[in-house]
């Protein structure tokens, strides 16, 4: 069977250079971070229509919650503490729900494409927790989700492209079956001025390392 995860996927992400306006910002290698008591949610939809395309990666959909910053208690403490987190260290609690679609190429073609990729629909629910510091986040997160038929994948799309007035895929016979996915990850930012002038312009520099551990379970579970 194909799988759409490997056992270990080790992500190196060097190259993210972030232009911030800053009025009145300090250098965040002396500060605290900043206390933010409000929650953020957030909504990220994507779909490869708006490249005119209909293949691999085609459809996303994630709506997430994350906490405001409050002071390390209990089992965030000491993870903190693991982590090496200085004394001002906050933490941060949240979930997301996302929905995945993948497909072949030739979306036409009724029978199974060996060298293209499956079509799969994948369904999930994330938790996460943070530990921030001024220069430094630290990101856990457990997602637990379900690839297959009962992801839904297939009526979400069809369904789609009717509304849009698209043709439809008519390969999903060929999709991967059931299986339960369970996802760890942990990412670590960092944060380096690079560039300070205050009031005007600040260039970050943010490297990030992080891994994510995945394991299918059950496989052909069936759901509906």
Not at 25 to 48: H, K, M, Y
Not at 186 to 194: F, I, N
Not at 200 to 214: H, M, Q, R, V, Y
Request: with cysteine; net charge negative; glycine share 8%.
């Amino acid at each position: 069977m194909t799988s759409l995860h490997s056992p270990l996927t080790v992500i190196f992400a060097f190259f993210c250079i972030c232009f911030t306006s800053t009025a009145g910002a300090q250098s965040n290698s002396t500060v605290p971070p900043l206390l933010d008591e409000r929650g953020t949610f957030s909504f990220v939809i994507e779909n490869d229509a708006l490249v005119d395309t209909d293949s691999n990666y085609t459809n996303g959909a994630r709506v997430s919650w994350l906490s405001g910053t409050k002071a390390t208690d209990g089992v965030s403490n000491a993870i903190a503490n693991v982590m090496g987190a200085d004394e001002d260290a906050v933490r941060r609690r949240g979930f997301a729900l996302g929905h995945t679609i993948f497909t072949p190429e030739d979306t036409q073609a009724t029978m199974f494409l060996p060298d293209q990729h499956p079509y799969a629909g994948y369904a999930y629910g994330e938790i996460m927790g943070l530990i921030e510091q001024s220069n430094r986040i630290d990101q856990f997160a457990l997602q637990i989700g379900l690839l297959g038929p009962s992801a839904g994948g297939e009526w979400v799309q069809n369904e789609v492209h009717k509304l849009l007035g698209v043709d439809e895929a008519q390969g999903w016979d060929n999709q991967l079956d059931d299986e339960l996915i369970v996802n760890f990850s942990y990412d670590r930012k960092y944060r380096k001025a690079l560039i300070e002038m205050k009031g005007l312009l600040e260039i970050d520099f943010i490297p990030n390392a992080g891994f994510t551990e995945s394991e299918p379970f059950a496989p052909s579970i069936g759901l509906i």
